[in-house]
């Protein structure tokens, strides 16, 4: 028999969008009701999903597999929807119009809105998934599977991560761990705030091992993956956990039930900036104004708000997310969405960057 899992829960936005979070608390709200009609009016087909892992055997066989929801399937689909338990989310999505949701026994998975938040466009693994499609893992459920190591590795990293410091503080890495049917572990790098972070975070995890996943009552495992969040120092790790932003999203146009989707084109992989380099692209002066690491050395940790912003090709901000939750961050994030910026083109051909900012949060 096939398993598959579909993660939902009560959503949360790591920055101001109402629509989209008004939009998923209705479509839990729905699933609580088990009002399949209310989930199939959200869904505007036809579009694309990554693979929608149901514990119902006749649901996992439709709907596994990535592909394209058409209407003629989407009554079956929300039928199918409804039968996910969903449970109380403790991260937030990277994407605008787009909220992480979670359903037992502890699976995550986004669901982007249209702009007007009225209808779903786009659902998938959390954090951008993985290459076998297996089902994400929240943190509390993966760490239930842990037989060796720790996220908290202060005392092996400082040696190396205290330079790091000055470009950000803290510094921190996504790491995505994938288990197979036996247990055997895999570890891949999904977001760093420099690139040595990422490569110390990575070193610092080999000795971590996980028992294979099962599903409750069942008696063979899955494989599972899931993404955990290491920051140094850990004591200023962020209270609400921000997934990482997908490396290379696909952009797709759909024409009313498409047998499949038309890939626009794959974005390049995003370039990770300090907080100078994205400021000399600016078109004009930064509001808010960043703090640069002097301004920062004598500033208590908890004055200080953290936001990550990206921008694509064209220079113009396509993610802004704050990494805390402190006083303002709503407002200096719904600023930032209006920050321009140059192309940034190192070599020549404009490319995707992101840049991890600091503010001096005053009392």
């Not at 930032?336 to 995707?352: C, D, I, Q």
Request: a positive charge; glycine letters at 4%; aromatic letters at 8%.
């Amino acid at each position: 028999m096939r398993f598959a899992l579909l993660a939902l829960l009560i959503p949360s936005v790591a920055f101001a969008d109402p629509a989209s979070d008004a939009a998923g608390n209705e479509l839990v709200r729905a699933m609580k009701r088990h009002d399949a009609k209310a989930i199939a009016a959200r869904l505007a087909t036809p579009f694309k999903h990554d693979g929608v892992w149901f514990r119902d055997s006749e649901c996992a066989t439709r709907f596994a597999l990535p592909g394209v929801l058409q209407t003629k399937d989407r009554d079956a689909f929300a039928r199918c929807f409804v039968k996910l338990v969903p449970q109380m989310s403790t991260r937030t999505s990277a994407q605008r119009q787009t909220v992480v949701l979670t359903v037992e026994p502890g699976v995550e998975l986004e669901v982007s809105f249209d702009a007007e938040g009225q209808k779903v466009r786009w659902l998938g693994a959390a954090g951008g998934g993985n290459d076998k499609g297996a089902p994400m893992l929240t943190a509390q459920a993966f760490e239930a599977l842990r037989t060796k190591g720790t996220t908290l590795l202060d005392d092996a990293v400082r040696d190396k991560l205290e330079p790091e410091l000055v470009k950000a503080n803290p510094t921190s890495a996504w790491i995505r761990t994938c288990l197979d049917e036996n247990g055997v572990s895999t570890r891949s790098l999904a977001w760093s705030s420099t690139t040595v972070t990422g490569q110390v975070f990575l070193h610092a995890t080999e000795d971590w091992t996980f028992r294979a996943y099962k599903l409750p009552k069942q008696i063979l495992p899955i494989r599972v993956c899931s993404l955990s969040l290491l920051t140094y120092p850990a004591s200023k790790a962020p209270a609400t956990e921000t997934l990482p932003p997908p490396k290379t999203p696909l952009v797709y146009n759909f024409e009313e039930d498409l047998e499949s989707p038309i890939i626009d084109h794959a974005l390049p992989s995003i370039a990770t900036l300090q907080s100078y380099e994205l400021a000399a692209l600016a078109r004009a002066p930064l509001d808010p104004k960043p703090a640069t690491p002097v301004q920062l050395v004598n500033v208590p940790s908890d004055r200080i708000s953290e936001i990550n912003v990206c921008i694509n090709a064209k220079g113009d901000v396509k993610n802004v997310v704050t990494m805390g939750q402190q006083p303002g961050d709503r407002t200096r994030a719904g600023k930032m969405w209006r920050w321009k910026f140059k192309p940034y083109a190192p070599s020549g051909t404009a490319t995707e960057a992101c840049a991890l900012l600091s503010f001096i949060v005053t009392p």
